[in-house]
């Protein structure tokens, strides 16, 4: 059985909230004692973290956190200790409503040696609960930046004593060839550049299923959990497709085990799950659609506390046939609040397009517009097709199933292939027109 720190991966629940209480109490007293941000955020609040409630505490949002760095730039008052104690800074890439298009700037996120040792202790987590083992090489082909990536990935993987295969600065062909030399069994990567390597493998005529990869651990995208983009990424490389989740702010919060396919855990030795319905805020029961709220518990330098994380998940808390009782979150994330689209009176999440999209192996990548100047917003979707493919039958064929399964039909447009762009890290294939 893979765990990475046994003593807290095989507790119960009971065993799991009284480390929750433990942790929780050590950080309230470091915490509380110099950080500005939740100074004020609890001022005059009476709380005790080893007893009380966790729910007796307010929310913590992205906007709150934005709007703080923006008041006390550049890096706001999250801070629990002096500035020379940071070592790390990462950025997000600044997010987009798909409702409005409009962007919500970007966070910077200061980690400090603690904190960056905790975040590749998480990582740890996923390796072992994954099964990936010592004698594993690991591909990363993402190359160095400010954003959050597979760093801590990266560095836990180095820290544990793992091959590791740094491939950043290279074109896909050449990362290909790279992977192939050096025998590489575990790529971690974006679902969108797992399926790149694999069209550009499929165009130099590459065997991609017969590699040593056997593991593909994806994240930053939902499609870890969409049944048919694990099956095309599966099939691609012969290999087991694994999903992972996190955030910049929040931390590399859960991960795929190796006895359970499809569905994640959430790290419940470090963080703390609630699933909350986003307009009441009362709790939903198990099983139940809702926002995930995280707390993060190793993550003293600026830590977050009932974080909505604007996730749409179903959370059960049974234990697994790994041995954990950690939550699982089943299907992974379905979408998030802000990317939903309103099309034609349908609710529908950019998740559920692309489930449907890659179910038909002759497209090769796809790109969403959103069309407002109608009374009704119109979805028009742009695909790029294998060679031999009949646009027409295809369009067709994708257009009765968006019809049966998701209430509405599309305007298809069959574009050259090449015309549409590729993504090494997170995909941005939705435009407002």
């Known amino acids: 059985m893979g765990y990475f720190v046994a003593e807290e991966e095989r507790l119960d629940r009971d065993g799991l909230g009284a480390l929750h209480r433990r942790k929780l109490a ?27 409630p966790l729910d007796a505490l307010p929310l913590a949002t992205r906007d709150e956190i934005h709007g703080d760095q923006m008041s006390s730039p550049p890096y706001g008052t999250n801070l629990t200790y002096p500035m020379d ?19 919500a700037g970007p966070l910077r996120w200061m980690d400090t040696a603690e904190s960056w ?35 801590a990935g990266f560095e836990a993987a180095v820290e544990q004593g793992y091959f590791v295969l740094p491939a950043g600065g290279m074109s896909t062909s050449a990362r290909l060839q790279h992977l192939l030399v ?8 974006t679902p969108t550049y797992a399926l790149r390597l694999a ?14 990869v056997r593991i593909v651990l994806v994240a930053g995208e939902p499609g870890g959990s969409i049944p048919a983009t694990r099956v095309r990424i599966a099939e691609a490389f012969g290999a087991r497709v694994l999903d992972h989740t996190g955030m910049t702010e929040i931390g590399s919060c859960s991960f795929e085990c190796a006895e359970s396919p499809g569905g994640v855990h959430v790290i419940e030795s470090e963080f703390i799950p609630e699933v909350l319905d986003p307009d009441s805020g009362s709790a ?64 529908v999440f950019p998740s559920a397009v692309e489930g449907l999209v890659r179910e ?17 917003a119109e979805l028009v979707l742009k695909l790029e097709l294998a060679g031999g493919s009949d646009g027409v039958d295809v369009a067709k064929r994708i257009s009765t199933r968006f019809r049966d399964r998701l209430q509405f039909s599309p305007k298809i447009l069959v574009v050259e292939s090449g015309s549409l762009p590729r993504f090494e890290m997170k995909a941005r294939r939705v435009a407002w027109r």
């Open 117 to 151: 040792a905790w975040f590749r202790k998480c990582w740890g987590v996923i390796y072992s609960g994954g099964g990936i083992e010592k004698s594993d090489r690991i591909f990363f082909p993402f190359s160095f930046g400010p954003f959050i990536g597979f760093w």
């Open 26 to 52: 050590a950080m309230f007293e470091e915490v509380l004692s110099t950080n500005r941000f939740y100074q004020n955020k609890y001022r005059g609040l009476s709380f005790d973290a080893s007893c009380d």
């Open 182 to 189: 050096n025998e590489a069994t575990v790529l971690n990567c």
């Open 199 to 212: 069209e550009v493998a499929s165009e130099e005529g590459i065997d991609l299923g017969g590699s040593r």
């Open 360 to 376: 038909f192996g002759e497209v090769r990548e796809f790109a969403i517009e959103v069309n407002r100047d109608t009374a009704l």
């Open 284 to 347: 939903v029961a198990d099983g139940e659609l809702g926002e995930l709220v995280l707390t993060n518990l190793g993550r003293w330098g600026s830590p977050l506390i009932r974080y909505r994380t604007g996730d749409q998940v179903r959370m059960t808390r049974e234990r697994c046939g790994c041995g954990r009782w950690f939550a699982r979150l089943c299907d992974g994330i379905l979408g998030r609040t802000d990317d939903m689209l309103y099309i034609r009176g349908n609710n």
């Open 85 to 103: 104690r940071y070592v790390r800074l990462h950025q997000t890439s600044g997010t987009s409503s798909l409702v409005t298009g409009e962007s």
